[in-house]
């Protein structure tokens, strides 16, 4: 899809920080995380929802999510990891890793809220510099 950004990373258009690829998937970390450590798993094909995946591609997403949250709860020391399908925001099936540091009840991060009267949601302060973001991909060094 042309104007999709997941798309324009697997096609390398745009290059996200990534943690691992083959010819299917690709793992990147959010440019915005809610705790350090977030990544995205990608089919590199469009699919708009995670139901659209074929049963083949949804197995092999779902199994090496398991593989990489092993490895996450290892690096950050924690008892879960996060584990979203969303394709809300983006209209590409995409899933979120997100080590539940600090909070294991909160995967979507009162961090958010930047006023509690009004209710604002932003994900801008959040944003992390090319350089944390490669700090954090050589922290989890994730291999199959």
């Not at 049963?55 to 092999?60: R, V």
């Not at 990489?68 to 690096?75: E, R």
Request: hydrophobic content about 40%.
């Amino acid at each position: 899809m042309e104007n999709c950004i997941f798309c324009k990373f697997a096609h390398k258009e745009i290059t996200p920080t990534i943690l691992w690829e083959d010819e299917d998937l690709m793992i990147f970390l959010d440019k915005f995380p809610i705790r350090e450590g977030h990544c995205l798993i990608i089919p590199k094909k469009h699919y708009e929802t995670f139901e659209e995946l074929p049963e083949k591609l949804a197995s092999k997403l779902f199994l090496t999510a398991q593989k990489l949250a092993k490895q996450l709860k290892h690096i950050y020391k924690v008892e879960r990891i996060g584990f979203v399908f969303t394709g809300g925001d983006i209209a590409h099936a995409h899933a979120h890793l997100v080590p539940m540091i600090d909070k294991n009840h909160d995967i979507t991060s009162e961090r958010y809220i930047l006023n509690s009267d009004k209710l604002k949601y932003s994900s801008a302060h959040l944003e992390k510099s090319q350089q944390e973001l490669e700090n954090t991909r050589e922290k989890i060094n994730f291999t199959l």
